[in-house]
């Protein structure tokens, strides 16, 4: 694998050889548009090195990832001036995970080379520029940064344009969906399109997962409202939103209008739950370990406890998730669902039996005291389908079990509406029947 070496001659770094570097390495320079419309020519062994786009600097960058991605490095050295070190990280956080490391090589004041480099312009101290600077240096850093979120959001869409699933059970008084991977523009194929969760173990950076959760709240309409998605720990923890935030949680409840709960999937269930009598919803995230510990009834209990919610008028919507087709326990840990009912183990003979875990959570929640007319799952014929296996489907759903450890999230999400505020997804087709969706495949 080839060694990447970025030059940037944005923040003034001209010098003509780069220490350090091997013969087989890959050497990109980064000039934007500033460098050129200063009247700069480019270093005559420029002929040898790639040059980034000479857009902005966020356009360059993002570029520079997409090709860095490419060529699955993750260590990256970066030739650049004082005030590079100074500013570069700041997009680099945004546009890279923990996934890639930086290693900066200075090149300091007296040995830069050119005119441009060595002018006031380019005279900060790394950790006095941004004091020292200020006036038309720090308009120009905003001018960048702002730049950076247009630029991501002039984006083309990957994959066709966005859908969003919604359950007929849920009542218009509550605004909801589960997404796709569609109409988004994170591009690593794993997590292409509309990845909507950044991990620092993954490569999908913040600003791309920000760009994405923008687009889907103007498609379902809770723009601008953010998404507050669970903090993931494969238990029960409910939080009850307006109360002390705790570090993780798998489910969330509230009767505050204007928030958006959010519980991300990537084949475990994120799973909606409104009652319209109270005005009080709530989302989980359940996987095999939250159904085992009751995750789906914990948050109902919540609803009951905290806003005085009847079981009886609470709906459940059950999004896209892994089906008993495709998903697999070690023995041991697949008997653990026989407990709850023999029929969500269909092989247990087998060493890696099948797992039903949409069954156990829809049998957990009927014992429970939820109506089984008010569950929308994959047992559900006679209403459009949102529950299909994410596994069997990959052209429209994120999948774990399908696309390994490097995979993207697709998330359910809930609001109550506002007095008077539309419906955008009203004359929307969410038929996934009707487009050949099944709930799964075998």
């Avoid at 308009?139 to 979120?149: A, D, G, N, V």
């Avoid at 359940?286 to 009834?297: E, H, Y």
């Avoid at 060493?351 to 049998?363: K, Q």
Wanted: net charge negative.
């Amino acid at each position: 694998m080839s060694h990447v070496v970025l030059l940037d001659l944005v923040h003034g770094c001209c010098h003509t050889r780069i220490a350090g570097s091997s013969p087989d390495s890959r050497v990109f320079v980064l000039c934007g548009k500033r460098y050129r419309e200063r009247g700069h020519a480019l270093p005559s062994w420029c002929g040898s090195a790639q040059v980034l786009p000479r857009g902005s600097t966020a356009e360059s960058l993002f570029r520079f990832k997409v090709i860095v991605d490419e060529l699955r490095v993750t260590s990256v050295t970066v030739h650049t001036s004082p005030r590079g070190r100074d500013a570069l990280p700041r997009y680099l956080k945004l546009l890279f995970t923990a996934v890639y490391t930086f290693q900066y090589r200075v090149t300091s004041q007296d040995n830069l080379t050119c005119q441009s480099c060595t002018s006031s312009a380019h005279t900060d101290s790394p950790g006095e520029g941004v004091k020292e600077r200020g006036g038309k240096e720090e308009e120009e850093e905003e001018e960048e940064e702002e730049e950076e979120w247009k630029f991501l959001q002039q984006l083309p869409a990957l994959k066709g344009q966005m859908r969003v699933l919604t359950s007929s059970l849920i009542p218009d008084v509550f605004g909801h969906g589960f997404s796709t991977r569609r109409g988004g523009v994170s591009d690593i194929p794993t997590l292409s399109s509309l990845n909507l969760f950044s991990s620092s173990r993954r490569r999908d950076p913040v600003a791309v997962v920000m760009e994405n959760r923008r687009r889907l709240g103007l498609h379902a309409g809770f723009h601008p409202h953010p998404l507050r998605l669970v903090k993931v720990n494969h238990t029960s923890d409910v939080w009850v939103v307006g109360s002390a935030e705790p570090e993780s949680y798998d489910g969330m409840v509230t009767n505050q209008t204007g928030v958006v709960l959010a519980a991300p999937g990537a084949d475990c269930m994120p799973i909606l739950f409104a009652d319209p009598v109270s005005k009080v919803i709530g989302a989980a995230h359940s996987g095999w370990k939250g159904t085992l510990m009751g995750v789906a009834m914990a948050t109902v209990k919540a609803m009951v406890k905290e806003f005085g919610c009847q079981v009886s008028d609470i709906v459940v919507a059950v999004g896209p998730s892994v089906g008993g087709c495709c998903f697999t326990l070690e023995r041991q840990q697949a008997l653990d669902f026989i407990s709850i009912h023999p029929e969500c183990v269909p092989d247990p003979g087998l060493d890696r039996p099948h797992v039903n875990i949409r069954l156990a959570n829809r049998l957990l929640l009927q014992e429970g005291g939820i109506l089984p007319e008010h569950i929308h799952d994959d047992s559900v014929t006679d209403r459009p389908c949102v529950t299909p296996c994410t596994s069997c489907h990959p052209e429209l759903f994120f999948s774990h079990v399908r696309d390994g450890l490097n995979f993207g999230t697709q998330v359910g999400f809930l609001w109550i509406r506002e007095p008077g505020e539309s419906n955008p997804q009203e004359g929307r087709s969410s038929q996934a029947l009707e487009d050949g969706l099944s709930p799964h495949t075998s």
